[in-house]
């Protein structure tokens, strides 16, 4: 099993701009997260999906969407990418309240 | 809304000392949970607890759980360069499937 995958690992945005970050899992798990983690700071929740058709705003939602057509799969989408969402990007799933944690996206938007 | 705050926010440790760090939530939580992250890496799950009062070792970390349900602690005993990282304790609401991290406690371990 891979696990959690995220893709890209880093990636340089220019404001304005869009992207969508990848999440895959191959656990079957129904929960599944979007964090970000600024410098030296904690994980603050984006995002959460407790299944397929299913997501919920978290604490820091504002210049995010998401969807989640599938069990597995768990993008998460910036539309007019602001210095602001420079951070590392982590993307969890869970079967209960333990989460394992995908490798991250390091975002910098200039 | 729900915090969970966390302290020290660093530590500086040699090696051999111990090390502990303290969780406290502004709520009854369901379950408290703690990650470690690895410079440069991602948050990996070490426990849970469930219990109130409940304590659970895992070699040289001790874990608590207070009676409460609103404060926990991870205690390292006899540090090692290994255990250099940010440990992360994370709170469980109820009937939600959401966690609120705390801030984290990075250790430093000098050799």
């Known amino acids: 099993n891979a696990g959690v995958t995220q893709t890209p690992k880093f990636r340089i945005l220019k404001i304005g701009q869009s992207m969508t970050l990848q999440c895959t899992q191959d656990m079957n798990h129904n929960y599944m997260y979007w964090y970000r983690q600024d410098p030296g700071m904690g994980l603050k929740l984006i995002y959460y999906s407790v299944g397929a058709g299913i997501t919920d705003k978290g604490e820091v939602p504002n210049g995010y969407n998401v969807s989640r057509s599938t069990t597995e799969d768990f993008p998460l989408r910036l539309e007019l990418a602001a210095p602001s969402q420079t951070s590392v990007y982590f993307c969890?799933?869970?079967?209960?309240?333990?989460?394992?944690f995908g490798p991250g996206t390091r975002l910098t938007v200039t | 809304g729900q915090q969970v705050m966390q302290i020290p926010q660093y530590q500086h440790v040699q090696e051999g000392e111990d090390f502990t760090t303290y969780c406290n939530s502004s709520?009854?939580?369901?379950?408290i949970q703690w990650y470690k992250q690895r410079p440069g890496g991602h948050p990996v799950f070490l426990i849970q607890l469930v219990k109130s009062g409940e304590v659970k070792k895992q070699k040289r970390l001790t874990f608590q759980f207070g009676e409460a349900k609103k404060n926990s602690s991870l205690h390292i005993t006899a540090t090692q360069t290994t255990d250099v990282g940010t440990y992360f304790c994370a709170g469980a609401l109820r009937n939600t499937g959401k966690l609120i991290f705390g801030q984290g406690t990075t250790l430093q371990v000098k050799p």
């Open positions: 969890a799933s869970g079967a209960g309240y333990e989460q394992y």
């Open positions: 709520t009854t939580l369901s379950n």
